[in-house]
């Protein structure tokens, strides 16, 4: 594995021969690394938001898991 850093990227060489599988999932990381770089939000804020969400939905669709 080669890693090469310039000024505006950074250039990864590896094998051909990595698992496919195993390649896609670090390539998504790496995604979501480059979206979440510049964000200035809390851990606790999104976890807050995700509560709130998740409360809001199950208010909305109980109805349909609960008889």
């Known amino acids: 594995m080669i890693v090469e850093r310039t000024p505006n990227e950074i250039l990864l060489k590896i094998s051909p021969n990595i698992d496919k ?21 809390k851990q606790g804020d999104a976890d807050k938001l995700a509560d709130e969400l998740n409360a809001t939905w199950w208010t909305k669709n109980r109805g349909k898991f609960i008889k």
């Open 21 to 41: 599988f195993a390649m896609e999932r670090l390539l998504e990381y790496i995604e979501y690394l480059e979206m979440t770089s510049d964000v200035k939000g």
